[in-house]
Antibody
Framework: EVQLVESGGGLVLPGRSLRLACEVS????????VSWVRQAPGEALEWLGF??????????EYAASVKGRFSISRDDARRIAYLQMTSLRTEDTAMYYC??????????WGQGTLVTVSS | QSALTQPASVSGSPGQSITISCTGS?????????VSWYRQDPGQAPQVIIY???KRSSSLSTRFSGSKSGNTASLTISGLQAADEADYYC??????????FGGGTKLTVL
């Protein structure tokens, strides 16, 4: 069974940092890229970033809205992708999803982890 | 880059057909076949229903179809059913391993 399980969400003060994790099982983790997508309450999905597989250098790309504040990394041995978020703002409050990238689509999604940025 | 443009809401009666449009630009929809559609039920994660413009995900009813013309993609649902009621999002590859989503459309079955 394929599973992507996000963790690390919670309540955080504005300006602080938070690291989310996405643990993958049931798929050859090292063979594919991972994207992070978020959804603010009552709002649309927003693509945040993508990390390539090791075969393609394990490098990352980011949406302009989070570039410089968010970074994605991966630990293939532990089958985990991370989303490091810094200088958090109230508008970063959202459900954060990780997804497998398969060609041009996101075919497997986690159930999400909620991040609330508030004082 | 701004989100792809979708109607905020669409409605139809059971048995009817509806189409949800998704308008982008030559930098995304107009340049790539990697247009996908996602269905999201309340409190649930999105799930892909259409990919590569018009390919249906496994087990998806043939009532669902996707198309693209120029900078606009469309999702058509025929023979509308109450179970189709959900939020639908389009998504396009935008080059350089980046993607962009639409603003989402709430489908109501009357």
């Amino acid at each position: 069974e394929v599973q992507l399980v996000e963790s690390g969400g919670g309540l955080v003060l504005p300006g602080r940092s938070l690291r989310l994790a996405c643990e993958v099982s049931g798929l050859p983790f090292g063979d594919f890229g991972v994207s992070w997508v978020r959804q603010a309450p009552g709002e649309a999905l927003e693509w945040l970033g993508f990390i390539r597989s090791g075969k393609y250098g394990g490098t990352s790309e980011y949406a302009a809205s989070v570039k410089g504040r968010f970074s994605i990394s991966r630990d293939d041995a532990r089958r985990i992708a991370y989303l490091q978020m810094t200088s958090l703002r109230t508008e970063d409050t959202a459900m954060y999803y990780c997804t497998r990238v398969n060609g041009g689509l996101f075919d497997y999604w986690g159930q999400g982890t909620l991040v609330t940025v508030s004082s | 880059q701004s989100a792809l443009t979708q109607p905020a809401s669409v409605s139809g009666s059971p048995g009817q057909s509806i189409t949800i449009s998704c308008t982008g630009s030559s930098a995304d929809i107009g340049s790539y076949i990697y247009v996908s559609w996602y269905r999201q039920d309340p409190g649930q994660a999105p799930q892909v229903i259409i990919y590569d413009v018009n390919k249906r995900s496994s087990s998806l009813s043939t009532r669902f179809s996707g198309s693209k013309s120029g900078n606009t993609a469309s999702l058509t649902i025929s023979g509308l059913q109450a179970a189709d009621e959900a939020d639908y999002y389009c998504c396009s590859y935008a080059g350089g391993d980046t993607w962009i989503f639409g603003g989402g459309t709430k489908l109501t079955v009357l």
